[in-house]
Every structure is written in C-alpha cells, then in structure tokens.
C-alpha cells in the first residue's frame, strides 16, 4: 500500500456529514453503472470504483469515513472506560509457552503493556535469563512485528519473521545467538509458511512468492510460489527454486524429518490447508533431485507431525474425516505410499484439528490433542500407537503447545478458557508429571464469573455446542446485552480460549456467546464438509440459529443482540445482517469477505475457491450470489447498526470488500440504526500489531456494540 492513500485529502470536495437528529448523513461516493453478466443473470456493481486503492474517490472515502466514525466513537463516555479498564486488564505479566533447543529454553515474556513480547533464552526455567530478540527495537512506532521464530539444528541461529503494520508479507531475518547480532541474510516474500534450517545449518528452505510490484501490496494474487533455498551468506538474489510443481495457485509448506534425512514437501491449490486437501512429495536431502511422490490427487489432508530415523509419521483425513495418524518408512516408500499407508493411530470420535499443529513426536511418544464438543483433551501413545495414558488437564478449556521434538524429556502447554487466564505447565513426557511454571496474575476475580457449555438446534435439528460467559447471579432478563461470536469455515475450530480483553464485556453485565457453528472443525472434517461450498447457507443458518436460541432461553432479545466475527466470521456477519436484520440489534464485521464474486481476484482470494466455490463456475456461482453480503444489499431495509472494520494492511482480505459493502449498506440503510466503517492504519488482517492498538480496536467495538445496545429503543 503507498502512502499515497492515506494522505489526508482536502480538495475533492468529499466533506463528512453530520449526525442528523435521526440519522447519519454519510460521505457521498459516486456510484458506477458496472453491470455484468454471469450465466445469463445481470449483476449491478455500483461500487466497482472503491476497489482502486488509489484512486481521488477511494482516498477521499477513506478519510471521509474515518473522520465520520471517530466524530461518533471517540466522545463516547463509554469508550474512555473500555480503554481504561482494557489497559488495565492487559497490563500483566505474559509468558509464552516455551520451546528447547540447543541445549537452552526459549520463551516469550512481556511485563504487561509492551507492544511486542520479548523472545528470552536460558539454561532452563527458572534461571537468570538474557533476552535472544526484543522486537520492540527493531522500529520506533512498533510498525515491525515479529510474527515467528524458527531455531537452527545447533540452536546457534533464530530465524525470525517480520511483518510491517500487520501485512502477510514476511521477511525472515537470521540472528547469530552467540553474538546476539543479526547476520546479513534476509529471506523475502514470504507468507504465511515458516522456514526449515538444513540439516548441516548452513541454510534454510522456504516458501516464497514473487516479488509484488510497488503499490500492488494488498491486491497481488497468491500466485507462483515455490519452495527456494538460501545458502547462508549469500544474496538472496542467488536462492535457487528447488521445488515448484502444478499450476501457479498452488502453494508449498516445506518441513524436515528429525535426522535431517528427508524434506517432505505438502502442497495445496491455494493457502495449504484450508481445502484439508494437498499432496505430499518428498526429497532426499542428500540427493535434492529426486523427487518421490507420497500422494497426489489432492485425496485428503497430510500433515507431517514427526519422525524417528526414518520412519515418517503423519496426520491424514484419508477415510477419516475425524483424522487418523500414519506411518511410511521414507527409504523404502514405494509411489503414492501416503494412500495405503499403516495406521498407527486410529480415527476415534473425539476431531484433531487439520488446521493448526495437533500431533507431535516427543520423547518416543505421540501426542495427540483433540477435540470433545469444544473443547482439548490430550493422549500420549507409543510409536506403535498404544494409549500410554490421558494426560490430566487442569479443567475444561483450551490446550496449546505440547510441541517438541522426538529426543525431548519434556514439552510445554498453557490452558485456558473464557474466563481463566493461560497458565503454563511442563508436562515430563516419561512419567506424565505436570508442573505449573507460569501463571498470570490478572487484575479480575475469576471466580466472579461462570461459564457454560449449552446446546441449541440447527435449522435441520443438528445438536450444536455454544460456550457461554457471564457474571455470576446475573439476572437473565430477557435484555441482557450480548454479543454472539462466531467463525463457521475452513475447518478452523472457534475454541473458547481467554482473551483478557473480554473481562470488560463481562464487567459491565454484558454476556459472551461463542457458537461452534458448522464449517469449523469442532467435530472434524464432517462439521466442516457439511458447511461449505454449495451448503454454505448452513453456516448462516446455525448463527441465526444460535441467536434465536439466546432470545428464546430470556438471555436477551433482538434489541440487545450484538453479532461479530473476523475474517470468514466477517462474511458471517455480513450474510446474517443481510437475512435477518431483524434479529439483531448490532453487528461487527471485521476484515470480511463480503464479496463473493471477486473474492479470487485479490490477495489470497484465489486460494479460498476451495472452500467457497469458484465465481467463473455457473454451479458455484447461482450459490454465491444467493448469500454474497455486498449483492445482498436492499434498498429500503431496516438494518442493525453495523460497524464494518477493515486494516490498510490486509493482504489477506483486501480492504475492497468492507468497503464497497459499507458504502451500500449506508446507502441501503431505512432505519435510525448507524452504519460506520472503521479503517485501522498500520494494521493488517489480525489487526494492529501492537498491544496499543488492540487496546485502541477493542475499545472502539465495544464502545460501539455498548453504545447501541442501550440506546432507548
């Protein structure tokens, strides 16, 4: 994105308007006469002009609704006592769950309030530490944020990835840890995939797009990447393509088994994972031009998740949707191996995640976290897949962590929920000892607050888990405020884990719903499957589902029903306030996808027609146009308040889609409810990379939901 967008602009003659005694007299945008035909069906598109970044128009609306939305949030009293009290929630000490290596423990530590957490090393825990990397040096207004970390063999070098303002373009630096000084190496145009160090350390493998052309930030395609190698000490100029294969939306994740023998390459059409299906080959490291496939036919989804000698072990949902671990041995692997590979760990009932690390090789054992209507359970096993034991969690909630690698004693885990704060534990892989290292000491009474785990009917009768949060002996009136939270796609299970900044809602007597609606992966590849695609109508069907069940339950009613999501939870709301604007009093839509029809043609869209079909395709499209938010639009319709939030560093969901449905939402817009678009500067589709400017965006919604929930109706 070029500066050149967000200057101020004051000679357009685009001026903000007012609030009206009833209404909100919003920017003005020109509106185009695109019109286009898709199968036979004529399709207007009046706000095709928003798309160009760059444009006069694009930039005077930027700043015209930014100017109009802070005008509305910052004076309200409300918010000054959200960011208060968020600043003070946050403002406590947070370790991160460690990682071993090269004979040190690494783990992140922020005392509170900083912007970034530090990355500290020692002997072991408990010792003195010194800092390995401070990401709050590397710029003054914390812009640059350090998104990963990826130890060497030796434990002698850090790579760490770095994004500016949020963005998904990542440059990984290397970091000499004896001279605590980074070396000259920079790995560039990466998204998304860590990089693996070779097996002798003196380079590393990683995935990688080219190079965007200047401006073209946020709207390039996901499109050519390969798998490159960097010999540590050269220029980046001199990496050589080692891997690249398919057609050019295909993407590559590069991983190494642990006697460095075998790099096994997963490959997906699209970001890998998110259609839970991808091919595997696999190259001998000592001999890189052969080239062994594993599977291809984009059959299932294949993660590898460890090894011992040669023996690879991986995560698949090959005839079984729920997952299954399996083992080839990578010498002797005949082609196309993964497809009848031996079962070491059967599929069971309980789902483990395809779309985050779940599975890992630690001390000779496998260990396995799953999911049991929403929430973790953990197991360990033998090699051969024999149950060893349950390993006993502090409660119901969330697990993370349990990474590490096959000669380890020990690995690490924090556990939360809605309303516990991650605390984090060594877990003795050998005897199952659990100890406590790091608890959190946050400035709130847990015990002040009760969280449930309820059940509610999809449209179709489907039994369907909500986890829910309040104050205790609060009283269910029947008015209660509430914001109902939900996600539904791409496998990606919605798991109630604790975010500080939630305590805020619950302080103020308003309540916290979280749906594990279908499309996720609560309960496997089939919640997921039965969700997506030309069933996607499913997912908006569950959400509204969730929220009649609330108001019929005396939790609330549609005047104090806040909805919000992020993301694919962002075409969520969209599709939910364009259905049933009746049902809601408000709605938050973050970094959505709210264009179904152009959703490929930008940033990482083109990976997404997996999931949600292809807009070229007549099938998909007679789908897409029946929910797609910004063509779902009515003129004349009484819509909730809505607040649309969108970063000027989304590569991910270009900010073209907030925008143009913003605008046709305040155009459209036949009740008093207000419609604002919220531009967050420096931040990308996570949001602000900073603890300030969480604090600022969190703040600034729950003003915003608060606001308009207990407006006299």
Known sequence: MTKLFFRVVTALGLVVGMVAALAVDYPKVPMGSVVEDHFGVKVSDPYRSLEDLDSPTTRAFVI?????????????????????????????????????????????????????????????????????????????????????????????????????????????????????????????????????????????????????????????????????????????????????IGPNDW????????????????????????????????????????????????????????????????????????????????????????????????????????????????????????LHDAHTEVSAY?????????????????????????????????????????????????????????SPKVNFNSSEFEQHLVFFEGKDGTRIPMTLAYKKNLKLDGARPVILYGYGGFAIATLPAFNASRIAWLEKGGIYAMAHIRGGGEYGERWHRQAYRDHKQVVFDDFISAGEWLIKKHYTDSKHLAIQGGSNGGLLIGACVTQRPDLFGAAVAQVGVLDMLRFHLFGQGAGWTGEYGHPD??????????????????SGTRYPATLVVTGDHDTRVMPMHSFKFAAALQAAQAADNPVYLMIESASGHGGGPTVTQSIDQTSAIYSFVWDQLNKQH
């Open 64 to 244: 015209a609704e930014s100017n109009l939305t802070n005008d509305y949030i910052n004076p309200l009293k409300v918010r000054g006592d959200f960011k208060d009290r968020l600043k003070n929630l946050v403002n406590y000490e947070k370790v991160g769950i460690p990682f071993e290596g090269g004979g040190h423990i690494f783990y992140s530590h922020n005392d509170g309030l900083q912007n970034q957490s530090i990355l500290m090393m020692a002997n072991r825990y408990g010792d003195t530490p010194e800092v390995a990397l401070d990401p709050n040096l590397l710029s003054a207004d914390g812009h640059l944020a350090v998104v990963g970390y990826v130890l060497s063999h030796n434990g002698k070098l850090l790579a760490y990835g770095v994004s500016d303002s949020g963005s998904d373009w990542t440059d990984w630096h290397i970091r000499d840890l004896t001279t605590h000084q980074d070396r000259p190496d920079v790995l560039r145009f990466s998204k998304y995939y860590e990089p693996v160090f070779t097996p002798d350390d003196k380079g590393l493998y990683y995935s990688a797009f080219p190079a965007p052309a200047k401006g073209q930030e946020l709207a390039q395609q996901d499109l050519n990447n390969a798998v490159r190698y960097h010999l540590l000490g050269s220029s980046d100029s001199a990496d050589k393509v080692v891997f690249k």
């Open 617 to 634: 395709s007549e099938a998909d499209f007679k789908t897409l146009i029946k929910y797609s938010p910004y063509h779902n639009v009515k």
């Open 251 to 370: 993407q590559f994740i590069p991983k190494l088994s642990s006697n460095g023998n075998w790099l096994v390459l997963t490959a997906g059409e699209g970001e890998v994972g998110d259609k839970g299906l991808e091919n595997v080959y696999l190259i001998n490291t000592a001999n890189p031009e052969r080239i062994k496939v594993l599977s291809e036919g984009f059959k299932a989804s294949f993660e590898l998740v460890g090894s011992n000698n040669d023996d690879l072990y991986f995560l698949t949902t090959l005839n079984a949707p729920n997952g299954r671990v399996v083992k080839i041995n990578a010498a002797t692997a005949e082609p196309q191996a993964l497809d009848h590979a031996l079962t070491v760990i059967k599929e069971s009932d309980n789902a483990i995640s395809i779309t985050e690390p779940s599975v890992a090789i630690v001390g000779s054992q496998i260990l396995v976290r799953s």
């Open 382 to 438: 033998n090699l051969s897949g024999q149950l060893i034991r349950k390993v006993n969690l502090p409660g119901v909630g969330v697990a993370k962590g349990f990474a590490g690698q096959n000669s380890d004693s020990a690995t690490y885990f924090s556990f939360s929920n809605l309303i516990t704060p991650p605390t984090v534990f060594r877990y003795d892989v050998k005897i199952g000892h659990i100890s406590k290292i790091a």
